[in-house]
């Protein structure tokens, strides 16, 4: 009745994993508890589960990012601590089996419920804004997307208290991900886990590109948007060619554990270099998925901080445009060394290297920017001058790494690990960071605390390069990535470096929770009661911090390339604001169950197939087809915002412009 599943998929024999589960479960029962005694339930049901807002779906999916990121930091310590103890003679503390769950779920974690998360719940919760609308293309759909997204983050961490997790590396590569090498659960877990996350990030995908082709602000043309709706298109459209890729080799790979296929079984007709190219069509595009965004969100900080407009606007968005074209010519420099043929790796180095080229016009616009700017140092600018220096060495390493002569000498070493932490770090995370800065204030009417802000940047900056740059030394001398255990003593120096770096980075984590939590408690003294905080560009920063649920009481008349700078400057020429228009009542969406519904059909489902508990999977996806026949047959989908309650909101936020920009016309 219960397939696989016994008390032996607990793992009391094992104290780390146990100690580690019953920590987080009671973690989860005193938020409950707190949650309960303060009443919040209802408020967190009726404003954010069941939300059909785009700005409160993006708040959840930044919330979901943050958690997965200190599960998967906790991970690295991890890593670091048994490399730094287990050398020579050393075994440290973590079994092989053990540690080898910990380096796959750290990559998991940290690529697919971490970085994908953060920057989907930054194009949820701007995109919207800065194209002048009131909501995405399909609001419900988007609320599905993001809880189908956390029912595979929840499937991820259930495999920490249920069975285990995938030993294979965060790619999963078979012929080890083959039932044969593999015939535990973990391997499941990674493929139930990301089949349904990724289902959520494609409809992400459609609903965005619609949004941003098809629903702009009056006068918004495409030439007219910011860098930022550019580069979640170029983003989204990525999302929309490469995740179909990896949903389609991962249910290859399903069939083969499941039902006996051979599509990646070499001695059964099959061939494992087919996962290969399969997994890296989608997994090179990745990094442009999340990585254009970041340089999306550099862009608008760059602007903002140094009081000019972005330079070379549109070989921005012709430099986005090519990079995410190019993204799909070098996949196979990632096996390099697996025989393909001096010709074809010539062919894959080139392309690798020729996507260096409109990378460096964006760092060279955003030098420019700057350049004759009065630029402001604040904690988003430190994100964003800190990410041009190391995504420049990032850079550079990944043009050695594109000669297959020099990566035939540092392929699956270290050195590879601190290119790919370099590019992602410095510029995925410390973008997000710089975004979460700067749009905070708008999403909960108050600033953080710079100073603590400013001590989070230098934990990162410095803990990352004292982390990673020890392994370019190592990578160099043949440490090889996955190590368990350290052969040679004299690694023992840089290692013990890379956890010191770690430890940083860690501080720098708990430093952002401590800024939080004084921010909550002095937000009082740092109120955006104007909702330009920054003296912004965009049209974000048009509307009042936190925006109402509808964004805009009048959709705004866009005229040039900055259409908030442009009427924000007119505004403080003339000291007045323009005339008042002529509001309407609004139609807005209803919140929606489905989408909490169809996560935990899905979750259900998930597990039992993992478990090979058949029954209750079919019951999973009938309630999961069950839910959407309902919502599909609903009558209502929209409710009326009436004309007063929009008259009286926008009178108020007029009012508060009109002082606002009366003391910045006198200043001036």
């Known amino acids: 009745m219960f397939g696989r599943l016994t008390w032996d998929a607990i793992p009391f024999n094992q104290p780390i994993p146990l100690i580690t589960s019953l920590v987080v479960l009671m973690a989860l029962a005193v938020t409950a508890i707190w949650i309960t005694r303060n009443g919040w339930w209802g408020y967190l049901w009726n404003e954010y589960f069941t939300s059909t807002d785009h700005k409160k779906i993006g708040i959840m999916y930044v919330v979901l990012a943050l958690l997965m990121l200190v599960r998967g930091f906790a991970d690295a310590i991890m890593m670091r601590a048994q490399q730094s103890l287990a050398i020579g003679n050393s075994q440290g503390y973590l079994p092989p089996e053990h540690y080898n769950q910990i380096f796959s779920a750290h990559g998991t974690i940290m690529i697919f419920f971490m970085a994908m998360p953060i920057i989907i719940g930054f194009m949820n919760f701007v995109v919207p804004l800065q194209l002048g609308v009131r909501d995405v293309a399909f609001p419900t759909l988007n609320n599905v997307s993001f809880w189908l997204s956390a029912s595979g983050a929840l499937l991820i961490n259930v495999s920490l208290f249920v069975g285990e997790f995938a030993r294979t590396g965060w790619l999963a590569f078979p012929p080890l991900s083959e039932k044969a090498f593999s015939p535990g659960v973990g391997v499941d877990y990674y493929l139930v886990a990301l089949q349904i996350s990724g289902v959520g990030t494609t409809l992400t995908a459609v609903n965005f590109v619609t949004t941003i082709l098809k629903i702009r602000a009056p006068g918004m043309s495409y030439l007219r948007m910011p860098v930022f709706c550019w580069t979640s298109l170029a983003s989204s459209l990525l999302m929309l060619a490469a995740f179909p890729v990896l949903t389609a080799t991962l249910a290859m790979l399903m069939l083969d554990r499941y039902l006996g296929f051979h599509f990646f079984t070499n001695d059964g007709g099959g061939n494992s270099m087919l996962y290969m190219n399969l997994i890296w069509v989608w997994g090179h595009p990745e990094v442009y998925i999340l990585v254009l965004p970041a340089f999306g969100i550099y862009s608008e900080v760059v602007s903002t901080f140094s009081g000019k407009p972005l330079f070379g606007y549109r070989s921005m968005i012709f430099a986005t445009l090519a990079i995410c074209i190019l993204s799909f010519t070098v996949w196979l420099h990632h096996f390099f060394t ?128 004292l982390a990673f740059m020890p392994l370019y030394v190592l990578g160099l001398w043949g440490a090889t990535r996955r190590m368990q255990h350290i052969p040679d003593p004299t690694w023992a120096p840089y290692l013990d470096v890379a956890f010191v770096g770690a430890a940083i980075i860690g501080l720098g984590i708990v430093l952002t929770v401590v800024q939080l939590l004084y921010s909550i408690k002095t937000r009082d003294q740092r109120r955006d009661v104007t909702g330009d905080p920054w003296d912004g560009r965009t049209l974000e920063w048009l509307t009042l911090s936190p925006p109402p649920h509808y964004n805009f009481a009048v959709l705004p008349d866009v005229h040039g390339e900055e259409a908030y700078w442009t009427r924000k400057q007119t505004a403080i020429k003339q000291d007045q604001l323009i005339a008042e228009p002529n509001y309407q009542p609004i139609e807005m969406p209803l919140h929606s169950p489905t989408g909490v519904i169809v996560a935990f059909f899905a979750s259900v489902c998930g597990f039992a197939i993992i478990w090979y508990i058949w029954w209750l999977a079919i019951l999973g996806l009938v309630g999961a087809f069950a839910v959407f ?38 200043s001036v």
Not at 398 to 405: E, F, R, T
Not at 645 to 666: D, G, P, T, Y
Request: net charge positive.
């Open 338 to 465: 697996m025989g393909a043929g001096a010709d074809v790796n010539a062919v894959f180095g080139i392309a690798s290297m020729l996507i260096g080229i409109p990378t460096g016009v964006k760092i060279y616009n955003w030098l420019f920017t700057m350049y004759g700017g009065r630029v402001r140092f604040t904690v988003p600018m430190h994100y964003a001058i800190g990410f041009m220096f190391t995504f420049v060495i990032g850079g550079l390493t990944g043009i050695l790494l594109a000669m297959p002569p020099v990566d035939f000498v540092v392929h699956n070493s270290l050195f590879l690990v601190a290119h790919f932490h370099q590019v992602i770090i410095g510029g995925v995370v410390f973008a997000v960071m710089a975004g979460y800065t700067y749009w905070f204030p708008k999403a909960f009417g108050f600033t953080l605390d710079e100073r603590l802000g400013k001590a989070v940047f230098w934990c990162w900056f410095i803990g990352f390069h």
């Open 629 to 666: 026949v309902w919502y599909a047959w609903r009558d209502e989908h929209e409710h009326v915002i009436p004309l007063e309650e929009v008259i009286a909101n926008a009178r108020e936020r007029r009012r508060i412009r009109k002082e606002h920009l009366h003391n910045l016309s006198q």
